[in-house]
């Protein structure tokens, strides 16, 4: 695999969610390069088996065992802050919630009030802002893995999504919101009589249409999915900020091994691409 | 070309004098690979391939994305479509085609070669779901040669049994009988993003055209007052980029810098001031951002659909309408704000770099849109319309509270099927395709296959016709590319207004069905892609950092591109991934591009490694004993197809020669023959490399008039037109084109010994001095046959049209109008028809619109007719060649009959060699006259020297050369582009012969008998006979026709027109002084009327009598142009009263 370590840089912080009954949530740190590998381990493996043979200026002088970790309860979630330096630290009081049918993760954690915070503008808004939201898609992530090295070997534990929790600015929103419901208010004496002539709009009769896409009067796809992510509540998680040895599942004894050649592999990788 | 045997030659163990045990020679053998290519492609491979990829690929996607037919009124009432099939049901045996009738019967008898489209439909009948297969739903037009057609593999003697022609390419449509071909059409690529520069105006805008297959809608990102917008047709206003990145979900202004920009501090000064504009706009979340542009989204609802909230349009917009092929379905929009990021960074790297701009007309930024493409096109918005009506007829029985039986929804399929038929057949015959879903109306789609020679009809069908507008001023579009090498002819275009739009694939190219996607985005990730929505927004634009783009869209990022695109290539080579999606990087834009998309054109080329052809003698020892064929080269990785755009990552070496003489070079591939960057009818010209451009292009022109053979079938043709060379001849130079596209079998043209010098003053500008006696041994003779069809109809009255026989005079001979014709009243084949003549002697019944009441058949008046006979018009008889009757698809009969004419040369006729090089027959001298060797040889044609010096047709000499030593020798020599047999070696046979080695001869006068003065250039040249013949065009008129409305003589040697004395005849005339000659021509001999014209009020009148002064006191007649009455009364009837006030003229 090419990039190894790659995509963390000091941009970018990474932890490990375990989600699981929303009873106990365990969260770890984890700065080692190993932590984000992404790609298939398996396919690096693979690759360098069969390599060794035919690249001679580039000779394997290490062989390491790959252990295979099986998720026996819960599951391992990538989340990315993009935005935040790795310098910064996760702050303590963190408040996930998520979407499960959504598949939507959202992070409440308390606001840096000590740095580039302009007390005077929340006073303008007058609003309290003590709560940053950051949120995402938890993207399913086929293929993706946590390699440790432990004990000089690298064990692998599946990941089953990653996400990237962009902060939502609710408060903006919610002043927003208040001063146009204020709006509104104001205007409703005035607005009445207009009501009158939305009544005469309604007698259209639906005629066909050959355009319609095969459905007539339903929302498109991605409004649906919105109404759908609207109806639904937020089931709370809660937070535990862990190192990861204790996160990561007890390693299994077995070395994983492979039965494949290189041409199998290749077989595997292009099995649904369509020969010539 | 998918006839077998005319390959199997090729293919042999000794072909054209080379057998088994020769020694193989891997730089000169390996353009073996060619034969190989095109016996697996064709020429017309293209058109095949993508009618191939509709019928059995595309028709399932579209049944797929149109399956469900509901109705509004019975939510429990479905109908589904489960499968689709042309020409075969499911129970029928595999290979079974199932078409209307063979081609070539379709042909003559004006039907459509069609094949039924089957559907399997599952739906619901009261309460039971029925599946009901084998419907037939309609006929779709078959491609000839494609795998729907009967013809498909078949041997050239099972080809003759059906009529056809094996050497017929196929790849056209038989619709009402005549040949329709769907040119290729060229556009600019779907879905990709294209940069663009005005400089003057400073404006720099990245567009890209979005094309689904519901709507078509274009996307800008423009620079307006050095901020960047978002344009688009369905938004009012142009939106601020920042803002519709943020409703896109890049909520923070860094991570959009990072999108944009990268590090690179010159794009974030530029872009910089864009973040001011969003902070003015107060503008600073997603859902602000989304209301932003939800406010200025043009709402266009269809009826029914509900009523958006300002933030639901929003969404929509940024989901559905913006960018529209990429659709998002749920909350995950980073796909598409990359996108639109990625428009944004190009534009800013646009405008920090002008050099950074596409190039519209570069090859590998257009795609070529084919038949299969553009029938599925108007299928599926035909089937939209199929479905649309079914269910209207559905709801219609549905909504009936009582219905007597159950209700079943097949009864009303049916009524529509012909809806599909006819769309299918009217737009295919017409050429104009209307879709409504795009609201798409294009003309001129189809063209008539032209017949006129073998190599018309193969050069239209390698014809490729580009959508920009003929009239805009700019040269680009029309201009030469580099990147067209070895894609498109570089000499076959036409001259005038569609030169350089309308372009001809090479000899070796392919053009790309689509591929599916998802297997290679996987594959992407499988060798290392990191995805973009892992991937950190920082890390996108990294140094040393490469975005992977599959068919335009940012999949991820990739470290190692060299090693992630090796690796793809081997697997490509290896057979895992499809030969024809390709991969290459762009290091200005740090990308690496995978396309997969249909419409690229591409070629194979010989894979190179470490500078050693991969190719070797053994693998070209296999093809040639059969063992191998072109596909298995490209199995075994020798071979590989590269489009326009990855031969521009490769370093492609002409020879293999080059391979071992630039060993400082890293070659990447071969090319597998360098003649191969000119196209089928280039090909015909001998020794093109030594002509001057433009004459190679004029041959490409000429060579489609030549006069030929047609086809193996053209004696069983009924054509409109079609001209037969009566003696055809293979050319003494041919080239290995000629072979491949077996023109030495339908040749066009006749090797003629030609003296280049001057004789009798009839040869000035171009004209050729013809031998008597060589056309009468059948120089230039050609048959000229024309179809004329004659339709016997049915009237609603149940009576028809008839044919009579013929009259006789008292002593029983036909009289003199009947006198081509039989019993029967049709001509007789082989009788002689002279102008006045009938050949169909078709009545016509007086009384074809009342219903006669009466009902007794005794009582019924005896059916009176009248005549109404095909006469022949034309200045020399014809003879009939064949006569055919038939009936059409609705019970009228169907008469054809084809008449013929045998033509000689004669002055005027236009002949040309293969080299540009037209002229007509100036004279025909008698061949006593005519110079003549040592020999005893006198020209065929003399050809005045003049002609050479400034057309620099040099290859026409050594055409002559070779040709003159292949006389001598026995042998046909080549004259191959960039190679073919060498004019020293030519030299050398001719000495041999005693010969000069420079091929000019001492000649003796045929009047004097003494010897000419110079030696002369003699010996033997292609003549090609072209259409453009005296007799269909000499034309004359003393008196005639004229005109209904003007009065003035007709237009047009057709209808017996007068010659127009113009403008500039008339200036001429009254500067000459000759007034009274202009008044002749203009009016005495064309539209003189006498008029009554008041001197009181100046207006016309009649009869001596003014109708404005009821008076006829000072009504004068004078003689005035008919044309010019008639302007007056047309000025008079716009209220605008013309007077006229009159002098005398003494």
């Not at chain 2, 009948?125 to 309609?138: A, C």
């Not at chain 2, 689509?514 to 995805?531: A, Q, T």
């Not at chain 2, 010996?1019 to 065009?1033: A, F, N, S």
Request: hydrophobic share 35%.
């Amino acid at each position: 695999m090419a990039g190894k370590g790659l995509f963390v840089d000091e941009e970018e912080h990474d932890a490990v969610v375990v989600k699981e009954e929303p009873v106990d949530v365990v969260v770890m740190d984890v700065d080692t390069p190993e932590a984000t590998e992404t790609g298939s381990i398996d396919a690096e493996e693979a690759d360098s088996d069969t390599r060794a043979d035919d690249d001679s200026d580039d000779p394997v002088i290490n062989t390491v065992p790959v252990l295979l970790n099986q998720v026996s309860e819960g599951s391992y979630h990538i989340l990315q802050f993009p935005g935040r330096p790795k310098s910064r630290d996760l702050p303590e009081d963190i408040k996930p919630a998520v979407k499960p049918k959504s598949n939507y993760l959202q992070i409440k954690q308390p606001l840096d009030t000590s740095k580039f915070f302009n007390v005077n503008k929340q006073d303008s808004w007058g609003e309290e802002i003590g709560e940053q939201t950051v949120e995402g898609v938890l993207d399913p992530a086929k293929g993706m893995y946590v390699c440790r090295v432990v004990d000089g070997k690298v064990v692998m534990t599946p990941i089953a999504s990653s996400v990237q929790l962009r902060p939502k600015f609710e408060y903006i929103d919610a002043v927003d919101k208040a001063s146009a419901a204020a709006q509104r208010k104001e205007h409703e004496s005035a607005a009445k009589p207009q009501t009158m002539q939305i009544l005469s709009s309604v007698a259209k009769a639906p005629t066909q249409n050959l355009n319609a896409d095969g459905y007539n009067g339903a929302l498109g796809e991605a409004l649906r999915y919105i109404k759908q992510f609207d109806e639904e509540e937020w089931v709370g998680l809660s937070w535990k900020s862990e190192g990861i040895d204790e996160a990561l599942p007890k390693p299994e004894e077995e070395v994983i091994t492979t039965t494949a050649t290189k041409s199998d592999y290749i077989d595997m990788i292009t099995s649904d691409l369509a020969n010539l | 070309m998918g006839s077998d045997v005319a390959f199997q030659e090729l293919l042999q163990p000794e072909f054209r004098g080379k057998k088994l045990t020769d020694e193989i020679n891997t730089a000169q053998d390996k353009w073996n690979l060619l034969p190989a290519f095109l016996k697996v492609k064709g020429l017309v491979k293209q058109h095949l391939d993508s009618y191939n990829y509709f019928v059995d690929v595309d028709l399932k996607k579209i049944i797929k994305a149109n399956e469900l037919v509901l109705s509004d009124v019975d939510p429990d009432f479905y109908l589904k479509y489960l499968d689709i099939r042309i020409g075969h049901r499911s129970t029928s045996a595999p290979g079974t085609k199932e078409v209307i009738l063979p081609p070539h019967e379709c042909r003559l008898r004006d039907l459509t070669y069609s094949a039924p489209i089957y559907v399997d439909v599952e739906y619901t009948r009261g309460k039971k779901i029925v599946i009901n297969r084998d419907l037939e739903i309609g006929r779709m037009p078959v491609m000839l040669r494609s795998n729907k057609c009967i013809l498909d593999g078949l041997s050239e003697e099972k080809m003759a049994r059906f009529d056809e022609c094996p050497l017929d390419p196929g790849g056209y449509f038989i619709v009402n009988g005549t040949e329709k071909v769907i040119l290729v059409q060229e556009q600019l690529s779907k879905n990709r993003i294209i940069v663009e520069a005005d400089e003057k105006k400073g404006i720099v805008q990245a567009s890209v055209t979005s094309s689904t297959h519901e709507r078509k809608s274009k996307t800008y990102v423009v620079t307006k007052n050095d901020k960047i917008y978002l344009k688009h047709n369905s938004i009012a206003e142009d939106i601020p980029i920042v803002i519709i990145l943020k409703a896109a979900g890049i909520t923070s202004d860094l991570e959009i810098m990072q999108l944009v920009c990268g590090s690179n501090p010159a794009y974030q000064d530029i872009f910089m001031v864009n973040f001011e504009e969003a902070a003015k706009l107060e503008v600073f979340t997603q859902h602000q951002a989304l209301l932003y542009v939800g406010k200025r989204v043009k709402t266009m609802r269809r009826a029914g659909a509900p009523k958006l909230t300002q933030l639901q349009e929003g969404i929509e917009a940024v989901a559905t309408t913006i960018v529209a092929h990429l659709t998002v379905s749920d909350l995950q929009f980073r796909e598409k704000a990359l996108y639109i990021a990625t428009m944004a960074r190009r534009v800013v790297m646009a405008i920090d770099n002008p050099k950074m701009v596409d190039d519209r007309d570069y090859v590998g930024n257009k795609r070529l849109e084919l038949a299969g493409q553009l029938v599925s096109l108007l299928f599926e918005d035909l089937f939209k319309k199929f479905n649309s009506d079914f269910k209207l007829n559905i709801d219609k029985v549905l909504k009936r509270p009582s219905r007597a039986s159950e209700f079943d929804a097949l009864l009303s399929i049916n009524i529509h099927s012909n809806n599909i038929t006819q769309g299918l057949n009217r737009a295919i015959s017409t050429g104009n395709w209307s879709l409504k879903r795009f609201k798409m109306e294009r003309a001129g789609v189809t063209h008539v296959l032209s017949r006129l020679s073998y190599i018309s009809a193969l050069g239209m069908m390698t014809r490729i016709s580009s959508q920009f507008e003929k009239s805009r001023k700019v040269s680009g579009p029309r201009a030469l590319q580099p990147s067209q090498f070895g894609m498109l002819c570089t000499a076959d275009t036409p001259e005038g207004e569609a030169c350089g739009l309308v372009k001809n694939l090479a000899l070796m190219t392919h053009i790309t069905t689509d591929d599916e996607e998802d297997p290679i985005r996987k594959l992407c990730f499988v060798l290392g892609c990191e995805s973009i929505l892992t991937a950190d927004s920082a890390t996108m634009h990294a140094d040393g950092n490469f975005g992977v783009y599959l068919n335009g869209t940012l999949l991820g990022i990739i470290r190692y591109p060299n090693k992630f695109v090796a690796s793809f290539r081997q697997l490509r080579r290896l057979g895992k991934v499809s030969a024809f999606v390709s991969i290459f990087t762009n290091t200005h834009q740090s990308a690496v591009h995978i396309a997969t998309d249909g419409g690229r054109i591409c070629r194979p080329l010989i894979i190179v490694e470490n500078n050693k052809s991969r190719v070797n003698k053994e693998h070209l020892r296999k093809l040639l004993v059969g063992e191998w064929q072109f596909d298995d080269f490209l199995k075994h990785g020798l071979v590989e197809y590269l489009d326009v755009n990855e031969e521009n990552d490769s370093l492609i070496a002409l020879y293999e020669k080059n391979l071992s003489d630039n060993a400082g070079q890293q070659f990447t591939h071969l090319e597998i023959e360098p003649f191969t960057v000119l196209g089928a009818v280039a090909g015909l010209i001998p020794y093109p490399h030594h002509n001057q451009s433009p004459r190679n292009t004029y041959q490409c022109a000429m060579g489609k008039q030549a006069i030929g053979a047609i086809a193996y079938n053209q004696f069983r043709r009924i054509d409109t037109l079609l001209y037969f060379m009566v003696y055809p001849q293979q050319p003494m130079v041919k080239t290995k084109t000629i072979e491949l596209i077996n023109y030495d079998k339908l040749p066009a043209g006749q090797n003629a010994t030609v003296a280049v010098m001057s004789y009798s003053g009839y040869d000035i500008e171009d004209a050729l001095v013809l031998n008597k006696s060589s056309i009468d041994r059948g120089f230039g003779r050609c048959q000229v046959v024309r179809k004329n069809t004659v339709h016997l109809k049915n009237y609603p009255n149940h009576t028809k049209d008839i044919l009579s026989g013929k009259r006789v005079d008292e002593n029983g001979a036909a009289i003199f109008q009947h006198e081509a014709i039989g019993t029967d009243g049709l001509g007789e084949v082989g009788a002689k028809v002279t102008n006045g003549q009938i050949f169909v002697n078709k009545h016509v019944p007086t009384n074809t619109g009342d219903v006669v009441m009466n009902h007794n058949p005794a009582d019924q008046p005896m059916e009176s007719y009248r005549e109404t006979p095909a006469l022949y018009k034309g200045p020399e008889p014809s003879y009939v060649d064949q006569v055919m009757m038939s009936v059409t698809d609705n019970d009228q009969a169907l008469i054809k009959v084809l008449l013929r004419q045998t033509r000689r040369p004669e002055l005027g006729d236009k002949f040309s060699s293969r080299h540009g090089q037209k002229g007509v027959c100036g004279i025909i001298v008698q061949q006593e006259d005519l110079p003549f060797n040592d020999q005893g040889i006198s020209p065929d044609i003399i050809m005045n020297p003049h002609g050479f010096p400034s057309r620099m047709t040099v290859g026409k000499m050594i055409e002559l050369i070779s040709g003159k030593a292949g006389v001598l020798n026995g042998s046909l020599e080549y004259g191959t582009c960039f190679g073919g047999s060498q004019l020293e070696d030519m030299s050398k046979i001719l000495v041999e012969k005693g010969f000069n080695y420079s091929g000019k001869d001492q000649l003796y006068s045929g009047i004097t008998g003494e010897c000419l003065q110079a030696y002369i250039f003699f010996g033997p040249i292609y003549y090609q006979k072209l259409k453009h013949m005296v007799l269909d065009k000499m034309h004359a008129r003393a008196r005639g026709p004229r005109a209904v409305l003007t009065r003035q003589p007709t237009e047009g040697r057709s209808r017996d027109g007068g010659l127009r004395l113009g403008e500039m005849e008339r200036d001429c005339v009254i500067a000459y002084g000759a007034s009274q000659l202009l008044l002749e021509r203009l009016m005495i001999s064309s539209d003189a009327f006498e008029v009554d014209v008041c001197n009181t009020c100046g207006l016309m009148g009649y009869n001596s009598w003014c109708t404005t002064c009821k008076s006829s006191e000072n009504v004068v007649k004078m003689t005035i142009p008919y044309a010019a009455k008639l302007l007056f009364q047309e000025l008079i009837s716009m209220n605008i009263a013309p007077r006229l006030k009159l002098g005398d003229v003494f």
